[in-house]
Protein backbone atom coordinates (compact mmCIF):
# COMPACT_ATOMS: atom_id res chain seq x y z
CA UNK A 1 0.00 0.00 0.00
CA UNK A 2 1.13 3.19 -1.10
CA UNK A 3 0.56 5.24 2.35
CA UNK A 4 3.16 2.77 3.92
CA UNK A 5 5.90 3.53 2.20
CA UNK A 6 9.20 5.60 3.08
CA UNK A 7 8.36 9.07 1.55
CA UNK A 8 11.70 10.91 0.20
CA UNK A 9 12.80 14.03 -0.53
CA UNK A 10 15.84 14.24 -2.86
CA UNK A 11 18.15 17.59 -2.64
CA UNK A 12 20.41 17.75 -5.08
CA UNK A 13 21.58 20.49 -7.57
CA UNK A 14 22.68 17.58 -10.53
CA UNK A 15 19.73 16.69 -12.29
CA UNK A 16 21.30 13.86 -13.68
CA UNK A 17 21.75 12.68 -10.62
CA UNK A 18 18.36 13.19 -9.16
CA UNK A 19 16.89 11.26 -11.61
CA UNK A 20 19.14 8.42 -10.84
CA UNK A 21 18.56 8.15 -7.47
CA UNK A 22 14.57 8.29 -8.21
CA UNK A 23 14.87 5.60 -10.68
CA UNK A 24 16.86 3.49 -8.56
CA UNK A 25 14.47 4.39 -5.07
CA UNK A 26 11.43 4.07 -7.19
CA UNK A 27 12.30 0.28 -8.18
CA UNK A 28 11.97 -0.40 -4.36
CA UNK A 29 8.52 -1.33 -3.16
CA UNK A 30 8.62 0.05 0.12
CA UNK A 31 10.32 3.72 -1.12
CA UNK A 32 8.66 6.55 -3.19
CA UNK A 33 9.72 9.71 -4.04
CA UNK A 34 7.55 12.33 -3.09
CA UNK A 35 9.73 15.32 -4.37
CA UNK A 36 12.82 17.40 -5.49
CA UNK A 37 14.81 20.69 -4.74
CA UNK A 38 18.33 21.67 -6.44
CA UNK A 39 18.84 23.82 -3.99
CA UNK A 40 19.01 24.39 -0.64
CA UNK A 41 15.87 27.33 -0.13
CA UNK A 42 13.85 24.77 -2.47
CA UNK A 43 14.93 22.31 0.38
CA UNK A 44 13.58 24.34 2.94
CA UNK A 45 10.49 24.98 1.18
CA UNK A 46 9.79 21.35 0.01
CA UNK A 47 10.80 20.15 3.66
CA UNK A 48 8.26 22.04 5.11
CA UNK A 49 5.09 21.59 2.29
CA UNK A 50 5.76 17.32 1.79
CA UNK A 51 6.61 16.83 4.91
CA UNK A 52 8.95 13.24 3.61
CA UNK A 53 10.00 10.18 6.21
CA UNK A 54 13.24 10.89 4.91
CA UNK A 55 15.36 13.79 3.31
CA UNK A 56 18.27 12.82 0.98
CA UNK A 57 20.80 15.88 1.32
CA UNK A 58 23.73 16.60 -0.93
CA UNK A 59 26.23 18.93 0.97
CA UNK A 60 27.50 20.83 -2.11
CA UNK A 61 24.20 23.00 -2.81
CA UNK A 62 24.73 26.52 -4.87
CA UNK A 63 22.95 28.63 -2.44
CA UNK A 64 23.93 27.53 0.61
CA UNK A 65 25.87 24.47 2.26
CA UNK A 66 23.54 21.16 2.66
CA UNK A 67 25.28 21.41 6.59
CA UNK A 68 23.17 24.50 7.22
CA UNK A 69 20.04 23.31 5.44
CA UNK A 70 20.31 20.69 7.47
CA UNK A 71 20.19 22.36 10.90
CA UNK A 72 17.23 24.52 9.94
CA UNK A 73 15.52 21.82 8.76
CA UNK A 74 16.47 20.11 12.01
CA UNK A 75 15.57 23.31 14.25
CA UNK A 76 12.28 23.56 13.00
CA UNK A 77 11.20 19.44 12.92
CA UNK A 78 13.63 18.32 15.46
CA UNK A 79 11.58 14.96 14.18
CA UNK A 80 12.89 15.23 10.13
CA UNK A 81 15.55 12.16 9.06
CA UNK A 82 17.98 13.53 6.76
CA UNK A 83 20.26 11.25 5.24
CA UNK A 84 23.40 12.81 3.85
CA UNK A 85 24.65 11.57 0.44
CA UNK A 86 27.54 13.71 -0.33
CA UNK A 87 30.81 12.97 -2.24
CA UNK A 88 33.25 14.37 0.88
CA UNK A 89 34.28 11.97 3.21
CA UNK A 90 36.60 13.73 5.47
CA UNK A 91 36.30 13.88 8.80
CA UNK A 92 35.26 17.54 9.15
CA UNK A 93 32.60 16.86 6.82
CA UNK A 94 31.13 13.67 8.46
CA UNK A 95 31.14 15.35 11.85
CA UNK A 96 29.56 18.84 11.39
CA UNK A 97 26.47 16.86 9.04
CA UNK A 98 25.95 14.79 12.43
CA UNK A 99 26.69 17.49 14.82
CA UNK A 100 24.07 19.78 12.54
CA UNK A 101 21.37 16.92 12.87
CA UNK A 102 21.51 14.50 10.41
CA UNK A 103 20.41 10.90 10.76
CA UNK A 104 23.38 9.20 8.77
CA UNK A 105 25.89 9.28 6.29
CA UNK A 106 26.28 7.86 3.06
CA UNK A 107 29.26 8.34 0.17
CA UNK A 108 27.94 8.66 -3.00
CA UNK A 109 30.62 6.37 -4.00
CA UNK A 110 29.01 3.63 -1.91
CA UNK A 111 26.94 1.29 -3.30
CA UNK A 112 23.30 1.54 -3.90
CA UNK A 113 22.23 -1.22 -1.11
CA UNK A 114 24.21 1.20 1.47
CA UNK A 115 21.95 3.51 0.56
CA UNK A 116 18.64 1.60 -0.21
CA UNK A 117 19.47 0.00 4.05
CA UNK A 118 20.43 3.60 5.00
CA UNK A 119 17.06 5.07 3.94
CA UNK A 120 15.59 2.62 5.56
CA UNK A 121 17.63 2.27 9.04
CA UNK A 122 17.10 6.10 9.44
CA UNK A 123 13.36 5.87 8.78
CA UNK A 124 13.00 3.55 11.48
CA UNK A 125 14.09 6.22 13.89
CA UNK A 126 17.63 4.90 13.61
CA UNK A 127 21.12 6.47 12.79
CA UNK A 128 23.14 5.03 10.02
CA UNK A 129 27.03 5.73 9.21
CA UNK A 130 28.40 4.09 6.37
CA UNK A 131 32.33 2.54 7.59
CA UNK A 132 33.64 5.24 6.33
CA UNK A 133 31.68 8.31 8.31
CA UNK A 134 31.82 5.74 10.81
CA UNK A 135 36.22 5.78 10.33
CA UNK A 136 35.89 9.90 10.49
CA UNK A 137 34.16 9.61 13.66
CA UNK A 138 36.37 7.48 15.20
CA UNK A 139 39.49 9.26 14.08
CA UNK A 140 38.13 12.32 15.44
CA UNK A 141 37.47 11.19 18.95
CA UNK A 142 41.04 9.51 19.16
CA UNK A 143 41.97 12.87 18.21
CA UNK A 144 40.40 14.93 20.75
CA UNK A 145 41.58 12.34 22.86
CA UNK A 146 45.18 12.52 22.46
CA UNK A 147 44.90 16.37 22.29
CA UNK A 148 43.03 16.27 25.76
CA UNK A 149 46.00 14.66 26.86
CA UNK A 150 48.22 16.61 25.57
CA UNK A 151 46.85 19.42 27.27
CA UNK A 152 46.36 18.08 30.17
CA UNK A 153 50.32 17.42 31.07
CA UNK A 154 51.02 20.66 30.48
CA UNK A 155 49.15 21.85 33.39
CA UNK A 156 51.96 22.30 36.38
CA UNK A 157 51.98 19.73 39.56
CA UNK A 158 50.12 21.48 41.41
CA UNK A 159 47.20 22.29 38.82
CA UNK A 160 46.78 18.75 38.15
CA UNK A 161 46.24 17.88 42.20
CA UNK A 162 43.85 20.48 42.33
CA UNK A 163 41.69 19.74 39.22
CA UNK A 164 41.69 15.94 39.83
CA UNK A 165 40.69 16.63 43.83
CA UNK A 166 38.17 18.63 42.62
CA UNK A 167 37.02 15.94 40.31
CA UNK A 168 36.86 13.58 43.03
CA UNK A 169 34.21 16.09 44.86
CA UNK A 170 36.27 17.91 47.35
CA UNK A 171 35.81 20.92 48.64
CA UNK A 172 38.60 24.05 48.21
CA UNK A 173 39.18 24.02 51.72
CA UNK A 174 39.65 20.20 51.74
CA UNK A 175 42.27 20.32 48.78
CA UNK A 176 43.63 23.33 50.55
CA UNK A 177 44.49 20.87 53.70
CA UNK A 178 45.67 18.00 51.77
CA UNK A 179 48.08 20.12 49.94
CA UNK A 180 49.15 22.76 52.92
CA UNK A 181 47.66 25.90 50.87
CA UNK A 182 44.82 28.48 51.09
CA UNK A 183 41.39 27.79 49.50
CA UNK A 184 42.30 30.86 47.60
CA UNK A 185 44.95 29.71 46.69
CA UNK A 186 43.53 26.48 45.20
CA UNK A 187 40.62 28.42 43.64
CA UNK A 188 43.72 29.96 41.50
CA UNK A 189 45.27 27.31 40.31
CA UNK A 190 41.74 25.77 39.69
CA UNK A 191 40.72 28.53 36.95
CA UNK A 192 44.30 28.12 35.69
CA UNK A 193 43.54 24.44 34.70
CA UNK A 194 40.38 25.31 33.90
CA UNK A 195 41.31 28.01 31.44
CA UNK A 196 44.41 25.90 30.25
CA UNK A 197 42.00 22.65 29.47
CA UNK A 198 39.20 24.61 27.73
CA UNK A 199 36.60 24.44 30.45
CA UNK A 200 34.31 27.44 31.16
CA UNK A 201 31.61 25.95 33.43
CA UNK A 202 32.19 23.48 36.69
CA UNK A 203 29.63 21.15 34.84
CA UNK A 204 32.18 19.82 32.40
CA UNK A 205 35.01 19.17 35.15
CA UNK A 206 33.26 15.75 35.51
CA UNK A 207 33.10 15.05 31.83
CA UNK A 208 36.74 16.01 31.45
CA UNK A 209 37.86 13.94 34.16
CA UNK A 210 35.99 10.54 32.92
CA UNK A 211 37.63 11.21 29.52
CA UNK A 212 40.83 11.62 31.24
CA UNK A 213 40.29 8.60 33.26
CA UNK A 214 40.45 10.54 36.51
CA UNK A 215 37.82 8.82 38.21
CA UNK A 216 38.63 5.08 36.78
CA UNK A 217 39.52 4.51 40.60
CA UNK A 218 36.00 5.68 42.04
CA UNK A 219 34.27 3.35 39.67
CA UNK A 220 35.90 0.75 40.56
CA UNK A 221 35.33 0.93 44.07
Given at each position: ??N??????L????E??????R???????????????????QA?????????????????????????????I???????????????????????A????????????????????A?????????????????????????????????????????Q??????A????S????????????????????????L????????????????????????
Open positions: MSEKIRVLVDDHVLRDGLLLLEGEPDIVVIGEAADGQLERAKELEPDVIVMDLGLPDMSGIEVTRQVRDDPEMKILVLSMHTKNEFVIKIESGASGYVPKASTHESLLVIRTVSGGKRYLHPLAANALMENYIDQESSLQQRFQKLTEREDVFCLSKGFTKEIGEQLIISPKTVDTYRQRAFEKGIEHRSELIRLALNLGILDDLKEN
